[in-house]
Nanobody, 122 residues
Framework: QVQLVESGGGLVQAGGSVRLSCAASGRTFSRYTMGWFRQAPGKEREFVGAISRSGDRTYYADSVKGRFTISRDNANNTVYLQMNSLKPEDTAVYYC???????????????WGQGTQVTVSS
């Protein structure tokens, strides 16, 4: 099992940037593909992006493509979500998740962090 803890959320102005971090416990971080999801009030949890084990492949939802970048540092057991050009509609709780294989759906992930709130003001 792997434990995931997100950090870096907070208030940000529209057009601004923030970098979220997800720290993983254990020695097997590099075995997992990682994903980022978000959930706004009253909405389903939605896919944001994913990254392969080595980081050589990334995948993004159309809504964030070109603005968000996923990266990982396996040496430090950390995955990042760099968010630029933020919009009010990006406001949500952001979750990182770990899976055995790359997936774009909630059901494809085995482990989840507690989430971190990102609020984008207009």
């Amino acid at each position: 099992q792997v434990q995931l803890v997100e950090s870096g959320g907070g208030l940000v102005q529209a057009g601004g940037s923030v970098r979220l971090s997800c720290a993983a416990s254990g020695r097997t971080f590099s075995r997992y593909t990682m994903g980022w999801f978000r959930q706004a009030p009253g909405k389903e949890r939605e896919f944001v992006g994913a990254i392969s084990r080595s980081g050589d492949r990334t995948y993004y939802a159309d809504s964030v493509k070109g603005r968000f970048t996923i990266s990982r540092d396996n040496a430090n057991n950390t995955v990042y979500l760099q968010m630029n050009s933020l919009k009010p509609e990006d406001t949500a709780v952001y979750y990182c998740a770990a899976a055995w294989d790359v997936s774009t759906i909630v059901g494809g992930y085995n482990y989840w962090g507690q989430g971190t709130q990102v609020t984008v003001s207009s």
